[in-house]
């Protein structure tokens, strides 16, 4: 970023949402792997709109400040870009600027679910999977603590207030401790007995100086994607890289996910023997009755194709799905008299699909409005150039729509068929999509069989499906039990010195 700074009339920062101090550029990426939660559009035809405005805290505003006028001392030219230590620390995360960590030996044994900032206005299904396994770890008998490390705008009293229009969560900061220490005010206090859950690859640079200071300790890492790909080669993709290097037992979500660190062994996860489970994050896939169904659908004037609409974040290949789209309504596969093509996502790009027909933009709204609303999408495009499947296809596979997305190896088409029989598998090409998409439009007419397969789907649409005691056996032999032991050890050495 550095290199394209150089003018003094810099543009304003991309839209992105707010997860600690990062470069712009990849904030988007830091989402946590999911999907953030459109809305059905109140307009046939919307304007464009003005564009996001950018949440990235105080500290970032002094990123890109320049020399005014020649300085005093030195011999560096007025209009050069100035880096100090502390805008250093923040565009690598403060991974080298992390809380004070003091073992408090009155504290009650805790597990420290590390959580980065998030806005709830872009909160994705990441950020979900994070919460409902802090809720999860209750399971264990241990105390849960919500540890939110990074510099953010926290209300516990405005936060209580929006978790209660997303289902699942209404009583999450009621249920587990919580822990503001982003201003770093003042140090982190862990038992001698405690254990980390790490949820993003900056946080496990903090789970690991945790476990340091409690003698050497293995974390437990949710892995919910793999996060060095979200970077292009530079000091992000290396600082990421090297947190699966680390000593911890991983917590996938979903299976290809976790063949693709075994096979590729990535950070030695094979080599080494690391422990890993997969679980499957509950999809907000939302199926009225049968007769509910076939009446919404069998009236519309127009079939809706949505389609995943992220620009700003590069592994969710927009311009692969929006050429895709273009190329398709060119090709006759969907008659813009009879298909409404609608944009789903972060960010309000549009589509010019043929001489004056445009797609339109979802606005944003909550995990409840989106699950009142995604049953009434008919064909739905969304890609992801990862081993993980992402959420979108279950929520509208499992809703009763014809869902196109892609392979990505070790996410591979009998893989995705697996799941639901509405799935379509492509590979990420113009042609196989648009291919897929055809099929799709076939398909869609025969509202019988989108039910009766959105009811047979084979993912789990509840948490309780999702993480069970085979869950908690693993936690608790491959975290729990060995962090205990450890501390023994560690306070018969105290008792002993």
């Not at 712009?24 to 939660?37: D, H, I, M, Q, Y």
């Amino acid at each position: 970023m550095g290199e394209n700074c150089s003018s003094d009339t810099r543009p304003p920062l991309p839209p992105c949402c707010v997860i600690g101090g990062i470069l712009p550029t990849f904030v988007a990426e830091r989402s946590l792997g999911g999907a953030p939660f459109p809305a059905i559009p109140t307009a046939p035809m919307p304007k464009p709109k003005k564009p996001l405005r950018v949440s990235i805290g105080k500290e970032l505003q002094r990123f890109g400040r320049r020399i005014a006028a020649q300085p005093t001392t030195g011999d560096a030219d007025p209009g050069h870009r100035i880096y100090d230590a502390h805008e250093l620390h923040l565009l690598l995360n403060r991974i080298y600027d992390l809380p004070e960590v003091k073992i408090d030996w009155n504290r009650r044994p805790t597990i420290n679910v590390l959580v980065p900032a998030f806005e709830f206005k872009s909160m994705s299904a990441g950020f979900f999977g994070v919460f409902q396994v802090a809720r999860f770890l209750r399971s264990t008998d241990w105390n849960v603590r919500l540890v939110l490390f990074d510099n953010f705008d926290f209300s516990m009293e405005r936060f209580r207030k929006k978790f209660r229009d997303y289902p699942g969560m209404e009583d999450l900061l009621d249920e587990v401790e919580v822990e503001y220490i982003g201003e770093r005010k003042q140090p982190l206090h862990v038992s001698p007995d405690d254990v980390c859950v790490a949820t993003v690859w900056y946080s496990a640079h903090l789970a690991k100086k945790i476990g340091d200071v409690l003698g050497g300790r293995r974390f437990l890492y949710l892995v919910q994607d793999y996060e060095t790909n979200f970077f292009p080669g530079g000091s992000l993709f290396a600082l990421a890289d090297e947190t699966y290097g680390f000593d911890y037992a991983a917590l996938f979500s979903t299976a290809p996910l976790a063949d693709s660190f075994r096979q590729s062994d990535i950070g030695g996860f094979a080599s080494r023997g690391l422990p890993g489970i997969f679980f499957n994050n509950a999809c907000s896939a939302s199926l009225a009755s049968r007769d509910d169904f076939l009446a919404m659908n069998a009236g519309k004037p127009k079939r809706k194709l949505v389609f995943y609409s992220r620009p700003i974040v590069d592994r969710n290949m927009f311009t692969l799905a929006a050429l895709s789209l273009i190329t398709a309504y060119e090709q006759g596969v969907f008659d813009p008299a009879e298909w409404e093509c609608i944009g789903m996502g972060l960010g309000d790009a549009l589509l010019e699909l043929l001489p004056d027909v445009f797609s339109t933009s979802l606005p944003r709204m909550t995990l409840r409005e989106y699950e009142q609303t995604v049953g009434q999408f008919d064909v739905c495009l969304t890609l992801m150039a990862s081993p993980h499947p992402s959420l979108i296809p279950m929520d509208c596979a499992g809703s009763g729509a014809m869902v196109v997305t892609n392979t990505f190896r070790t996410k591979t088409g009998d893989y995705l068929r697996g799941l639901c029989g509405n799935v379509i598998p492509v590979a990420p090409s113009v042609p196989a999509i648009v291919k897929g998409l055809a099929e799709a439009a076939a398909a869609s007419s025969d509202l019988e069989g989108r039910y009766r397969r959105a009811r047979a789907m084979a993912y789990p649409r509840t948490w309780e499906e999702s993480l069970t005691q085979r869950h908690t056996d693993f936690v608790t032999e491959h975290v729990l039990a060995p962090a205990l032991a450890s501390a023994g050890r560690t306070q018969r050495r105290a008792a002993s010195a």
